[in-house]
């Protein structure tokens, strides 16, 4: 029997190595996360069990260099894994690329000393890692953060707080960032790579969440905290922020893998509930409001995916575009998975709207992931900043564009007298 379009046709694309990756995710997906998404989510827990099996399959570390320890795999190869476990779970889909996001500091920033320390054993998945950059005061404006770290001799001081820490309390390390410098504007910030069970470092408040139950969001908090200067992050200071808009231009296709998978399991869930649902005397699928809206559904997710395989492509090739790309991804891929979710629920009527179902869970899985790892409202900036930024490549075009002209008024004084009226 032939292989839906997403399995067969959409592999095409995919070299045999991603394949592997993508089959590999697949399979564990079914076996082991399926049948236990509904438990975990009730009982908001981590579900170690499914870790153990990831890390048994070799999932771990596949975006982890050879020469630490990883399987040396493409930003594709984590994106379409992710896809996969999301597909029967959105909640392990973050659990296994918030890892991801946690290593990206040490792959883009950290010294051969700490690669080599750290990385093997995230690789192995023996260590679980988080990436603590938001506070309660300082989300979208993540360079606004107030956390200190002070230099005393041969350690750091840490004091502060971390908010919407994914990860916490599982993860044996934590990627965190922290002011070092308030009375720099560039170089204000550095990372900081924080043990599990430090002095003066714990886990605060453990959040009661809508989605994404089975991984623990948590608070961080640092009292007196002293962390060994050779663990400030590619041991000079003043380049945290940088490397973690570094991490984000890494991680955020995961999180849009994280989007389309969530879509494309609703929408086989529709599917498959579609075609035995009967009304009227016939089955709902045959009705053209639902045909309509499951061929809607279905153009987004392949929309999104390949917004996911092309800026996987961007960042893995440090395209120019790589920042754009990312966001473009993260933010088309999470409101498609919102709409999508949201329709399906639709799709399953007054059952979509019960716990009992599978269907209403993607639905809240999916609201996260146009919130974290920068906002929709971030993304958009993002990419409007970075298109204003290409007017610079387009200069071609000016000509073809007529210059009004008025007596008494020069184009030229327009931009002040508008930057007036705004100040007014
Ligand atoms: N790569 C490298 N450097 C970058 C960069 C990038 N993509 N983007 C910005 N920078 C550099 C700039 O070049 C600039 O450097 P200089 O000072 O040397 O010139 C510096 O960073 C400051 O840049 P901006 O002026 O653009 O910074 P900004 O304050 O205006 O903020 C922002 C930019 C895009 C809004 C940023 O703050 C942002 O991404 N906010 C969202 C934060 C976010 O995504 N948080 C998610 C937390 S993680 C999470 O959610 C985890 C989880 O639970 C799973």
């Not at 399995?7 to 399926?34: F, P």
């Not at 750091?156 to 009375?183: C, H, M, Q, R, S």
């Not at 790579?193 to 714990?202: L, S």
């Not at 955020?252 to 075609?275: H, S, T």
Request: one cysteine or more.
């Amino acid at each position: 029997m032939a292989a839906p379009r997403d399995e067969a046709g959409m592999s095409a694309y995919l070299s045999n190595e991603t394949r592997k990756w993508q089959e590999r995710a697949r399979e564990v997906a079914n076996r082991l996360v399926r049948p236990l998404a509904a438990k975990y989510d009730r009982l908001q827990e981590y579900p170690w069990e499914i870790k153990e099996g990831l890390a048994a399959a070799g999932l771990t570390g596949v975006w982890i260099p050879r020469e630490y320890g990883g399987a040396g795999g493409s930003i594709l190869d984590l994106c379409v894994i992710v896809e996969e476990l999301s597909k029967a779970c959105g909640g392990v889909g973050v659990l296994f690329a918030v890892n991801a996001l946690g290593s990206f500091p040490l792959i883009v920033g950290g010294t051969e000393e700490q690669k080599k320390r750290y990385l093997p054993l995230i690789a192995r998945g023996e260590k679980l890692v988080a990436f603590g950059l938001s506070e309660k005061y300082a989300g979208s404006d993540a360079g606004g953060m107030r956390m200190r770290a002070i230099e005393s001799g041969k350690h750091y001081i840490l004091n502060g707080e971390k908010k919407w820490n994914t990860n916490g309390g599982a993860a044996d390390l934590y990627t965190v960032f922290a002011v070092t410098d308030p009375t720099s504007r560039s170089r204000r910030i550095s990372a900081f790579i924080v043990e599990k069970g430090t002095p003066g470092f714990k886990i605060g408040k453990v959040e009661d969440k809508m989605g994404i139950r089975c991984v623990p969001v948590v608070e961080l908090e640092f009292d007196d905290c002293r962390v060994p200067a050779e663990n400030l992050l590619g041991g000079k200071a003043g380049f945290g922020f940088k490397h973690a808009m570094m991490t984000l231009d890494r991680a955020r296709p995961g999180v849009a893998a994280q989007g389309v998978g969530l879509a494309a399991g609703a929408l086989e869930f529709a599917q498959v509930y579609a075609n035995r649902r009967i009304q009227f005397g016939a089955k709902i699928s045959s009705f053209q409001m639902i045909q309509q809206m499951l061929a809607d559904m279905a153009m987004k997710v392949e929309a999104a995916r390949q917004l996911v395989y092309a800026s996987a492509w961007a960042v893995e090739n440090d395209a120019p575009d790589t920042t754009k790309m990312a966001a473009m991804a993260k933010c088309f891929a999470t409101d498609v998975a919102m709409e999508v979710t949201a329709n399906a629920v639709q799709i399953f009527g007054g059952y979509g709207f019960m716990r009992d179902y599978p269907i209403e869970k993607y639905m809240r899985d999916a609201k996260i992931t146009q919130i974290y790892e920068g906002t929709n409202q971030v993304q958009r900036m993002v990419i409007a900043r970075n298109l204003i930024k290409e007017v610079g490549q387009l200069t071609h075009l000016e000509s073809y564009i007529p210059v009004e002209t008025q007596r008494g008024v020069n184009p030229e004084d327009l931009v002040a007298a508008e930057a007036v009226g705004q100040s007014s």
